[in-house]
């Protein structure tokens, strides 16, 4: 089955306490995002990549860092977690090449205190 | 500043009824992509337009893509309650790859 996953699901942590959100995707596609989504603000891209060692900011990337070491992986990485992070995150994957249509993950609901 | 507007935020309404919700934007797109997202779960998508002026249907609903590539509508006929969900649209720009989401629509459907 085609899908996007990600780890975990649900997260309680405290301030300046790091912490990784994982994310795989199992189609074989080139692009791969993270997003931030609160109420009235919608979807917030945080950082995409094109491909394996190709990321780029996109536009709220400030407190966070991704990698792409291989294709199907795009970690998200907080440092220092504060509690303006506390949101929900969501990663996605798109075939790339032209086709921006994106596979969501079902979303990691962090709180940070 | 969402770079995509769109109305109504909240739109509640009994099971049989219409509804329309718009995304509208200043800028051009080379393509409009419209999601559904239910609770607790990731966006899923519904469809693309790509061409100003296209109309697509999936079922009771229905997708437009503005002449001007700027604008886009959905609208759901004889509304149930599965159409139950948060509705979002995101837009291409021309030579980018990132995708811009409006802030999205609440739609509850009332049995």
């Known amino acids: 089955e085609a899908q996007v996953t990600q780890n975990p699901r649900y997260l309680i942590t405290v301030t300046g306490k790091k912490l990784t959100v994982t994310c795989s995707q199992n189609m074989n596609h080139e692009y791969m995002s993270w997003y931030r989504q609160d109420p009235g603000l919608g979807l917030r891209q945080i950082y995409y990549s094109m491909n394996v060692e190709v990321t780029d900011k996109g536009d709220v990337p400030e407190g966070y860092k991704v990698s792409r070491k291989e294709k199907r992986n795009f970690p998200l990485i907080l440092e220092s977690p504060s509690p303006n992070q506390t949101s929900l995150y969501f990663c996605a994957s798109s075939p790339g090449s032209g086709n921006t249509e994106a596979f969501f993950g079902q979303g990691t609901r962090l709180t940070v205190v | ?111």
Do not use: M
Not at chain 2, 3 to 30: D, K
Not at chain 2, 62 to 90: E, M, N, V, W
């Open chain 2, 1 to 111: 500043t969402q770079l995509l507007e769109q109305s109504p935020q909240f739109l509640s309404i009994q099971e049989g009824e219409n509804l329309t919700v718009y995304c509208n934007s200043s800028s051009v797109f080379s393509s409009l992509q419209w999601y559904r997202q239910e609770p607790g779960e990731g966006p899923v998508l519904l469809v693309t337009v790509v061409t100003g002026g296209e109309v697509k249907k999936l079922k009771r609903l229905t997708f437009q893509f503005g002449d001007a590539r700027k604008d886009s509508s959905l609208h759901i006929t004889a509304a149930q309650p599965g159409d139950t969900g948060l509705y979002l649209c995101a837009g291409e720009p021309y030579n980018d790859y990132k995708l811009s989401f409006g802030a999205g629509t609440t739609v509850t459907v009332r049995a």
